[in-house]
T-cell receptor, first 114, second 111 residues
Framework: DAGVTQSPTHLIKTRGQQVTLRCSPK?????VSWYQQALGQGPQFIFQ???????QRGNFPDRFSGHQFPNYSSELNVNALLLGDSALYLC?????????????FGEGSWLTVV | SQQGEEDPQALSIQEGENATMNCSYK?????LQWYRQNSGRGLVHLIL?????REKHSGRLRVTLDTSKKSSSLLITASRAADTASYFC???????????FGAGTRLFVKA
């Protein structure tokens, strides 16, 4: 049973560029959440996708957008990259059908903006 | 803003000792979860405790929840060097969908 998988593992982008990160949820999970984790901080909630719709959003600008596909996989897009966007981006999956709603994380995508 | 706040920020102990980390939160919750993160890696789920539960055990882990004080504690007994990691509490608000994390406690277990 594959867990949550993310790609790419590491990437370097230049200020002003755009980036797309990808996530495949754990088998049987239909909900995907994205988090940003700066060095030494806890993960910050970006948004959550369920049934291909953004269900809830954290305090992030519109430069951060996402998508969920019919197979429940998801993408995170960040436009007009800033140096401050450098962070570990974590994808987490869960299912509302399970009690407790434990969320499972991928290994993350390290983004460096130079 | 963060929902959960862990205390202490960092903890250094000898192998074999017990480690206790605390978490406080602000609003009504459905459940509280504890996660571990090794440096630069993804978060690993340790244990979930529901709002109607007071204590839960899993191996060397013991979690308590006091909803009247809006606080939780994670106890790791007989710590090992491999327990060195950051530990985060995370809460899901009543009626909400997102799980919110605190800033974490960095645990160092010296061999």
């Amino acid at each position: 049973d594959a867990g949550v998988t993310q790609s790419p593992t590491h990437l370097i982008k230049t200020r002003g560029q755009q980036v797309t990160l990808r996530c495949s949820p754990k088998s049987g999970h239909d909900t995907v959440s994205w988090y940003q984790q700066a060095l030494g901080q806890g993960p910050q909630f970006i948004f959550q996708y369920y049934e291909e719709e953004e269900r809830q959003r954290g305090n992030f600008p519109d430069r951060f957008s996402g998508h969920q596909f019919p197979n429940y996989s998801s993408e995170l897009n960040v436009n007009a990259l800033l140096l401050g966007d450098s962070a570990l981006y974590l994808c987490a999956s869960s299912t509302d059908r399970s009690s407790g709603n434990t969320i499972y994380f991928g290994e993350g995508s390290w983004l460096t903006v130079v | 803003s963060q929902q959960g706040e862990e205390d202490p920020q960092a903890l250094s102990i000898q192998e074999g000792e017990n480690a206790t980390m605390n978490c406080s939160y602000k609003t009504s919750i459905n459940n509280l979860q504890w996660y571990r993160q090794n440096s630069g890696r993804g978060l690993v789920h340790l244990i979930l405790i529901r709002s109607n539960e007071r204590e839960k055990h899993s191996g060397r882990l013991r979690v308590t929840l006091d909803t009247s004080k809006k606080s939780s504690s994670l106890l790791i007994t007989a710590s090992r060097a491999a327990d060195t990691a950051s530990y985060f509490c995370a809460t899901r608000n009543t009626g909400g969908f997102k799980t919110i994390f605190g800033a974490g406690t960095r645990l160092f277990v010296k061999a």
